[in-house]
C-alpha cells in the first residue's frame, strides 16, 4: 500500500479534434493570405520593366506562428519584389507585420487579471489554457500592461 499522499498527474491526452481544427485554420489562413498576394500582383501584371513585370513574387517571409484560443497556429506570409520603385510591398490584412496573438488573446489577459491570477501566475495559466506553446506574458510584461490598463481606467 502506498502512503504518498501525493497524487499522480498524467500528461493531457492528445486532442485529435483540436489537431483537425488547428491545421484547418492553418490551411485557410494560408489559402487566404495567397489570395491576397495574387490580388495584389494582378493589380501591376500589366506593368514592366526592362521587358519583365515590375512586381512579382519573391519567396516567403520566415514561418512564424500567431497564438489563437486554438494554440499556435504557424503561419507563411509571401514577400514580393518591387522591380519599379514605386515602394509596392505586401502586408496581408489577415496577418499584418508584427501580429504575435489574436485580439481575443489580448483581451484574455486582463480577464485573468481581474479575476485574480497573479502577475506571476499569468505565464503558467495561459500555458494551462492555451497549451505549453503559449508564452510571451512574463510578470514584467503583465506589469507594465496593468499600469496602461490603470491610466485608461483613470481617463
Known sequence: MNESNVAEQRAPAR??????????????????IEAQVAELLAQYAGQTVGGRRAVVGNGYLPERTIQTGLGEIPVNVPKVRDRSGQGVKFNSKLVPPYLKRTKNLEEFIPWLYLKGI????????????????????????VSRLKKSWEADYRQ
Open 15 to 32: 486532442d485529435a479534434l483540436g489537431d483537425l481544427l488547428k491545421e484547418g485554420v492553418r490551411q485557410l489562413l494560408a489559402q487566404e
Open 118 to 141: 497573479s502577475t506571476g501566475e499569468m505565464q503558467p495559466a495561459r500555458e494551462a489554457l492555451l497549451g505549453e506553446g503559449a508564452r510571451g506574458l512574463s510578470a514584467a510584461k
